[in-house]
């Protein structure tokens, strides 16, 4: 959980994890209500979502080549209600 709750990620038993780094991530970048993002290399979504839960309205879009990563963000992303336009 990450953001008191407002981001809940399914991540991996083994390698990478979500860290404050993406919460950081998200917080530093100057982001307006309607504007849209693209993370490249988006892993498991992580600065995507904390950016959409700060950003009312935010478009964010997530490429990742990694199938499981990938799967977990879908998840997590489900799981949150987070709803794809």
């Not at 809940?8 to 994890?17: A, I, M, N, R, W």
């Amino acid at each position: 959980k990450l953001l008191g709750g407002r981001v809940e990620l399914f991540q991996p038993k083994l390698g990478f994890k979500a860290t404050t780094d993406s919460v950081l991530l998200a917080a530093s970048i100057p982001f307006k209500k309607g504007e849209r993002a693209l993370d490249l290399g988006s892993g498991l979504g992580a600065a995507s979502f904390c950016l959409a839960a700060r950003v009312l309205e935010a478009n964010v879009i997530g490429l990742e080549l990694n199938d499981d990563l990938v799967a977990l963000a879908n998840k997590s992303a489900t799981h949150m209600n987070v709803t794809e336009e």
